[in-house]
């Protein structure tokens, strides 16, 4: 087995996942601000500051928001490393992407071939990315899934695609768990590293292994469903009282949706 | 792939939204009672299923490794319609319970990942599928993977909000994806094979609602719309995109058709010579997506698994 | 005159891949009555089973149910069916929404559910699970977790696959108690096991299933399973107890263990 041999280290990247959705699970469950607040309340707060951040085409307002977001962060007890590395990686990608443009767009010089509206603009697109994946970062690590999945039933998404999400989610970690139990199995089996071609031979048959089990316990599950009355995923509402932090929220959102319509 | 929140101008991400919708909604009607019987489960396990399969890393020459993607393969097992709304719990997971790719985008992601690849997996693979089944399998996952990146490229390029000219979104993604794709073709092969021969019946001819001879008009008709779309995209692009002046353009292709050479492209200049620039972009796209096919199907032959007992 | 629960006729069933796993089989289960299907490994119990829960289409053949001439999918309120494979049936986010799901799905008001899973919790010894996500918990605790969540629909007939498999020594006493009561209270039980000392713990009736998937005996469980060569046929070792017996050469062999116990005192005492 060769520690370098792409198939084998899929297994690490399978853990790595399930580790994060776990993470996450747990930071959702902590009392913090955004835990308290309504999933529907958060859902359509955090689209909206979204959806408000994503036009600006000045540096200014996504560099605030992107502070906006780390205030909350701090306030609904997101661990921050995790937070910084989840939002600093897309910002990091994107500012590489669009890097070129500070010197292919014309304008004042500022130092060489940079031009103003040219590192103006990769500010712009770079932090507007940021305050974006800072904010569905936010969403994520503050609502269980479960919750988000209420929220979605009740702003009228259809029964089927949310009974089909949460069966998806609520497979996740079966199935990352059956992957690398399956990948390490056969790298066990094997004592030298693998040539190119074996490689791929075995990663086909792997996957169809997979894949078919895969088929095999969706049937079984189907059966399950339909014994126990369907997957017309009623349940029972968790009702929760709106309070002062869905209030809070509410207010934050609305204010910088405000200030954000009537920038000059 | 996977579009984050901040690329894309939100009327854009709004258009495709509904388009998914549109498409989702004639997916599920499709599949008519299918969905609310057991298939929901059926389709969340393989949804999950295609989730934890997409962080299988395959090695390539040069030391990097790609990964499968799936969406042709889940069309060819699963039909297309039941396989858009698989991918779609799929992307729609990525996004909402990993953040790989963004909220408001989300609607753009399902598009390209789950409606664009997924039915013309199996458009290429139902059409090619008479001739020779394990090239239409690998045609499919390659087409499949390219085509949607082309379709990420077009939104965009343009997308104000994500400065590059279409043709050079284009050029970059579609280029680097047309070649990831010969990946996906081969082990999509691949994966079909053993299915093939372990469980035939999963694959046995599921009453075709529609013939190949009109398959092949219809996907015709949608990609030499597409095809004809494109420039007319980039034109108006252009047209729009008043910050930027149009002679500013050429210098922006300039620039990344120097970048592009650096790849081990076909045709690295992604023009011809004496030819209108939009021209010369559609007949080089299409003569290297014909090209990578051919060296595709001859590369992809000496992996299908020899019969010898496992 | 009792009613019957369950009335299979000439039902066949064939897998994809070509496997005939049951042909032109009948079968009927009067209402209150407890049967044991017993077979060895690939005899068709699942098969079966899943076939009278109205959960696969058979090839031909008919159920019906309670003589009403309904469905099983529109009597999902009266039938309940747990698989082999309890990980497969508890699909929700946590034990308690897996217990809750049957009620919710039937409409069932919400303070009544409640009442429902907390009794459960209670008589199943999962009071301490009932947030965990049931894939995290043991064999053991899935099957009696799995085996709540079926009768949280208070059916009239229960269709259980291997029930105790992997249930430990003191928890496969909860499960018994726990059938035992509902049969009293007149539920129609039918149980599958490979495992010929669980039949009389569990039922009055015995279907044995041969490889083929065919009835080779249908009686009451002391003709049945007192026939050691029978058993032996079609793959299945009798219950110790009978075998030892049988072995002494003393007739008229007890199935439980206090039956056996009164046996030896008689003999001592002789
Ligand atoms: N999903 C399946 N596909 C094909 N064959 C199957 C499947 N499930 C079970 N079988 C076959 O059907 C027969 C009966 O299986 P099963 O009902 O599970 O037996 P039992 O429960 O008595 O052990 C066996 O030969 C088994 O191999
Ligand atoms: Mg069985």
Known sequence: MSPVDPVGRSAGTLTDQARGLLRDERVATRSGWLQAVHPIVKLLGIVALIAVTVPFDTPGPPAAMLGLTIGLAVLSRVPLATHALRTGVPMAVSLVIVAPQAVLLPGAPLLGPVTVPGISYAATFTLRVGASVSLLGLLLSTTRFASLLGALRTLRVPQTAVALLAITYRHLLVVFEELSRLVLARRSRRVRSATLRESWLEAGSLLGTFLLGALDRGERVGRAARSRGGTAGRGYPRQRAVGLRDAAFAFVVFATVAAGVLWP | MHIPDGYLDLWIAALVGLASIAVLAIAVRRSAGALDGPRAPLLGVTAAAIFAAQMLNLPIPGGTSVHFVGGAFAAILLGPHLAALAMTAVVAIQALVFGDGGLVVLGGNVFSMAVVEVYVGYAVYRVVRPYHKPAAVFAAGWAGISVAALTAAIMLGASEAFAYEVTTVLAIMGGWHILLGIAEGAITLLAYEFVAETRPDLLADRSPTIDSRRLLRRGTAVVGGLVVLSPA?????????????????????????????????????????????????????????????????????????????? | MAVNALTARDLSFGYPDGTAALDGLDLTIEAGERVAILGPNGAGKSTLLSLLAGLREPAGGEVSYFETGKSADDLRDRIAHCPQAPVDYLFNATVREDLEYGPAQLGIDRREAEERVDALAAEFALEGLLDKPPFRLSGGEQRRAALAAALSVEPDL??????????????????????????????????????????????HRVVVLDRAGSIVRDGPVRDVLTDGDLLRDVGVSPPQLVEAFQRAELDNPPLTVTDAVERLRDLDDC
């Open chain 2, 233 to 310: 995209f980039a034109w108006g692009a252009q047209q729009v995109n008043y910050t930027e002046p149009l002679e500013h353009a050429a210098a922006t292709t300039g620039a990344t058709a120097h970048a592009v050479r650096t790849l081990p492209s076909l045709l690295p200049d992604y023009g011809i010579a004496g030819v209108d620039p939009y021209v010369g972009t559609l007949v080089s796209g299409l003569v290297g997506a014909t090209l990578v096919l051919v060296i595709g199907w001859l590369a992809g032959r000496p992996l299908i698994p020899d019969s010898e007992p496992r």
């Open chain 3, 158 to 203: 229960l269709l259980l696959d291997e029930p105790v498999a992997d249930v430990d020594a003191g928890h496969r006493e909860t499960v018994l108690d726990a059938l035992d009561r509902r049969t009293e209270a007149g539920m129609t039980l039918v149980v599958s096991t490979p495992d010929a000392d669980l039949v009389p713990q569990v039922a």
